[in-house]
């Protein structure tokens, strides 16, 4: 990708930011009056305050992106003597940009699609799920373990299908084959996990964000697009595809696939009830209990 056409898109992504963010403000406002206030006990993560949402996505993405990238470092497939090596830039096309450039374009990149997809669709789809859930299937002595697998169950559903469309939209990118198109439906279900146990898209953003810098500053194409030359290390091509994800990028490879069926698995775990999350909730609600009866002995 050439400087100018980066610069183009980031023009695009701020205007995207601007409007989906609108939207993602009303959609987020609706699920905190339908969902979270109708959850005695809220989740930790919906509690946390934003900074400590972007750190976890911050080091969620760190995490992610170093275990993906591990079965190709390991097995030689970016030496230029791999199996099927193929260079990511034969021709010369992909400029050397700054690295403060890079941070600017994919931190409005991440924003913009996290807004539309998580921001806006998922909130108002999980929102209306669990509404309408809520008053049409819930029994007449259901508890708070009920509201909260109803959520969890909800947002299984819209998660799915969000993930779906986020999949397909980035069906048409360079080099697409079947494990990409899975693996971004895999990254879609993460960034949609995440976004339901914070009922924020901060940490959403910030996964997002660090994921594809990290790519595109080591010089790996970025589902399917090299975004630079490399800023760190010598990378300029690939081969063993299953292991590298050749030139789609480690996106399209199976190492990624196992880190972000690992980091889904632990979401999904810190989102159920009895889970050590849910036990930290019940640790507070104990505490909250307690200070009530003591107060009310007092009187």
Known sequence: MSAAELDGRLVGY??????????ALLAWQLMQRFVVAR?????TGMR???????LLGTLLGIFALWLALQPALWSG????????????????KADNVPFLNLLRFFLFQGLAEELVYRGFAMSMLVTGVFAAAMRYMRPADAGELWARTCWIGSGLVVNLLVSATFAIWHSGN???DTLAIV????????????????????????LHIVWNL???????PVSG????????????????KLISGGPFGPEGSLGTSAALLMVFAYLLWTAMPGSRDAGMQDEDAEQVNLATTGASDAD
């Not at 946390?48 to 972007?54: D, E, P, T, V, Y």
């Not at 497939?77 to 990511?88: E, H």
């Open 174 to 176: 360079p080099e697409v």
């Open 225 to 240: 697009i090299l975004v630079c030359q490399p800023l760190l290390g010598g990378i300029n091509g690939a081969g063993l």
């Open 77 to 92: 497939a970016f030496r230029p003597d791999a199996s099927g090596f193929v260079l990511f830039d034969p021709h010369g």
């Open 48 to 54: 946390q305050n934003i900074l400590a949402k972007l």
């Open 14 to 23: 701020i205007i995207v930011c601007g409007f989906a963010g609108l939207l």
């Open 214 to 220: 990290g790519q595109a500053v080591m010089g790996l």
């Open 183 to 206: 693996n971004i439906g895999l990254a879609g279900m993460v960034l949609g996990q995440l976004f339901l146990n914070q009922a924020s898209v901060g940490g959403a953003a910030a």
């Open 39 to 43: 959850l005695e006990q809220v989740p």
